[in-house]
């Protein structure tokens, strides 16, 4: 027998990895909220089979508000005309004289006159031309610039140079005239505006007239006082006379060149003699001495010439040659000394023209240095000079050409930058634009949709009923160890002894042995032999499915006892029918209150009575005036017959009355090993399943998990969603017991 002092354990009773699960606050809270998870589909889906009544109703109640305000909202008309603008850059402003300032580009032109459009002072034309075209109306200025303000509208169509005009109200005839008002006015605009552009034009180019006019007078002044104080011509003259100069003394250079080159070539042809008379040629004309040597090299040829015919006749010690020869050596002595004196003369030449050539560098370098001065003080002169010219000829011209565009400004003072035209006048709508019946339905369905939702997340957020094995395991964090389908119009006597049918009802056979090997698990095979069939309130099917797995333990060839612990006065289901037939054939006071009543353990075998499958046995009570169930179940005879059914079966199930009937469970759980809880969906609520942890808590019952039986009742809305949850691959649980 489990020890009640230890605490209660909520363990997994799968047989996988542990997982500790929190015990219930006081107060039957658990921590954590009502319902996990977020909005997946199958949340939703749960949401919309718990919650489609409310929704339903605000989809509902949604309908007919739209409906209500499409009949009371005001039908609004809307008229459109069109305008086209076109843009040209003005001849005049083009070429203004100065450029301070770039030129505005196109698409800035463009929506800058779409801006005025929608400006102010486009209401004072908008006023008038409405004045114009409709002279009847009775509508005020006032009034007329608040339709412009409020229900006029400007709209560019891209790409192109079009623009909408457009103007809504319930007056559908009236819109009309506010468009054509509105188109005519931007015509008006655009043509007052090109007028006020061209006076403009010519009033500004008739100021930079006058302007250039004096910059012009001021330019020429400028130019005769600059010529006359910088002397200009008087230093050309100077220059010129300074170039004339440089060329004669160059061609002086070049001439002394010429001369003393020619002297020392007569310097080296004399030298030359000197060694050799016979290499002597003749000299220029103007080198002194020149005749002396011919006439001395003649004399030295004859004298020579006669002493070499004696030669031919005599011998060199011949007196005759001996005396020519004395002559040819004075001769040659006197052409030495003529050649010398001449050298002397040609040196001195020299030396005369090397200094004259000196001199005449010094001379040529000075007349040199002069004209480079005069043509640097030219040039500058001349630039300073041409600026000014330069000047005075652009502002001649820009004053020309402010003239000729003056003129040309005065034959077209109506040129036009822009020009807007009315392509397409606006037509008394015939249909309004608002409301349209398919938005305001479409959303006021998405709405009311939307709200309904809402509504059914929000119920459904503090909705305390378990609606399924998610909510069990979000808002109890226990594990379910089966759930039980629903079988649709089935007798619950069939239902209880299900199991035993493989073939008509083999779905719940299955789940049954699926519990029974949780339970069996090497994890709870310790503390499943007593196990207590619980559940929180009456008609949850506690009584089948401890039927169904009594028989399942039986089949598995455990000696099973199953005990009808539901002591108090009550009409027997047909499920114990029989054994309840066999208590009454052996008399009023043999059934299992009686006995626990007397406390004699040794009447305890005659209490079972054969099941409806071998290997089982069921116990079961007859209702007392004269012994309380209350009393009998806390006493020491309900231990003794636990320890004497622990010595004789393998298995002992113990169904006990709900919670919601009496305590007798929270008694019994401290004597059990485990307690099995078994809960409806949409029956049993949370705020009872905590409770019932909570005092199994405090007993020290050990809660191994929960038997789901089914999750929907028979004729549930939820069988509508069946083929929406096979496509969301969601568990079919449309059938419980």
């Known amino acids: 027998m489990p020890d009640s002092s230890r605490p209660p354990s909520y363990g997994d009773p799968l047989g996988g990895h542990h997982q500790g699960y929190p ?295 011949h007196p005759e040659v001996l005396l020519n020869s004395a002559a040819v050596e004075r001769e040659t002595e006197r052409f030495l000394q003529s050649v010398e004196r001449t050298q002397r003369a040609v040196a001195a030449s020299i030396d005369l023209k090397v200094n004259q050539i000196e001199s005449l560098r010094q001379k040529l370098e000075i007349q040199r240095t002069r004209a480079a001065d005069l043509e640097m003080e030219i040039v500058k002169r001349n630039s300073e000079y041409n600026a000014l010219a330069r000047e005075r000829d652009a502002r001649e011209r820009a004053y020309t050409g402010i003239l000729r565009r003056i003129e040309e400004a005065r034959l077209a003072a109506d040129e036009k930058t822009f020009s807007v035209r009315v392509l397409e006048r606006a037509t008394t709508p015939e249909r309004p634009i608002r409301p349209s019946a398919r938005k305001v339905f479409a959303l006021g369905l998405l709405l009311s949709m939307m709200a309904g939702f809402a509504v059914g997340l929000v119920t459904d957020r503090f909705d305390d009923r378990v609606m399924s094995v998610a909510d069990i395991e979000a808002g109890l964090r226990l594990h379910v160890l089966g759930v039980v389908p629903r079988v649709p119009d089935a007798e619950r006597k069939d239902l209880a002894l299900a199991s035993l049918n493989a073939s008509a009802l083999g779905q719940i056979l299955d789940v049954f042995a699926t519990i029974r090997s949780r339970l069996n698990s090497p994890q709870m095979a310790q503390t499943s032999k007593v196990i207590l069939m619980a559940s929180a309130a009456p008609e949850e099917g506690k009584t089948t499915c401890s039927s169904n797995f009594a028989i399942i333990c039986a089949r598995s060839k455990e000696k099973t006892l199953l005990v009808d612990f539901d002591l108090r006065p009550r009409q027997k289901t047909q499920i114990y029918a029989d054994a309840v037939a066999k208590y009454k054939e052996k008399g009023t006071n043999h059934s299992l209150l009686h006995i626990l009543a007397d406390g004699d353990p040794g009447r305890f075998a005659d209490l079972p009575v054969p099941g409806p499958c071998e290997n089982l046995d069921i116990i079961t009570s007859q209702a007392s005036e004269t012994h309380s169930p209350a009393v009998i179940i806390g006493g020491r005879s309900v231990r003794d017959f636990i320890d004497w059914a622990r010595n004789h079966y393998d298995r002992i199930i113990l169904d006990v009355a709900s919670l919601g009937v009496s305590d007798d469970a929270f008694t019994l759980s401290g004597i059990a090993d485990c307690v099995v809880i078994v809960c409806q969906p949409n029956r049993i609520r949370l705020r009872a399943m905590r409770h019932a942890l909570q005092q199994f808590g405090n007993v020290g019952a050990n809660v191994a998990g929960l038997i789901v039986n089914g999750e929907f009742q028979q004729g549930n809305f939820a069988d509508h969603f069946l083929p929406l949850q096979q496509a969301l691959h969601l568990p079919n649980r449309s059938t419980a017991m």
């Open 23 to 317: 015990v219930p606050e006081a107060g039957g809270g658990y921590r954590g909220g009502m319902r996990g998870g977020g909005l997946t589909p199958r949340r939703v889906l749960k949401i919309l089979q718990r919650k489609w009544q409310p929704i339903l109703l605000v989809v509902a109640l949604g309908a007919v508000g739209t409906l209500f305000y499409f009949m009371l909202t005001t039908r609004i008309y809307q008229a459109t005309s069109m305008i086209e603008i076109r843009l040209r850059t003005p001849r005049i402003m083009a070429q203004s004289v100065h450029e301070d300032i770039g030129l505005i580009q196109p698409w800035e032109e463009f929506n800058t006159r779409l801006q005025k459009l929608r400006g102010s002072s486009m209401r004072q034309h908008f006023v008038a031309q409405y004045r114009e075209m409709y002279p009847e109306a009775t509508e005020t200025d006032a009034l007329l610039e608040d339709l412009f303000a409020s229900r006029a509208e400007v709209r560019h169509m891209r790409n192109t140079n079009i623009i909408v005009l457009s103007a809504e109200h319930p007056e559908p005839e009236l819109a009309a005239r506010v468009a054509n008002a509105y188109a005519m006015g931007a015509e008006f605009q655009s043509v007052s505006e090109n007028r006020d552009l061209s006076n403009d034009a010519v009033a500004w180019l008739q100021e930079q007239a006058e302007v250039q006019r004096e910059l012009v007078a001021e330019a020429d002044a400028r130019l005769v006082a600059y010529r006359a104080e910088n002397q200009i011509d008087s230093l050309e003259a100077e220059r010129k006379s300074a170039e004339a100069s440089i060329l004669s003394l160059n061609q002086l250079s070049v001439d002394l060149e010429s001369q003393m080159v020619m002297l020392r070539d007569v310097a080296a042809m004399l030298e030359a003699a000197k060694e050799d008379p016979q290499q002597f040629t003749s000299l220029p004309e103007d080198i002194p001495g020149r005749r002396a040597i011919s006439d001395a090299l003649l004399r030295l040829d004859e004298v020579t010439a006669h002493r070499d015919g004696l030669l031919e006749k005599y011998t060199q010690q």
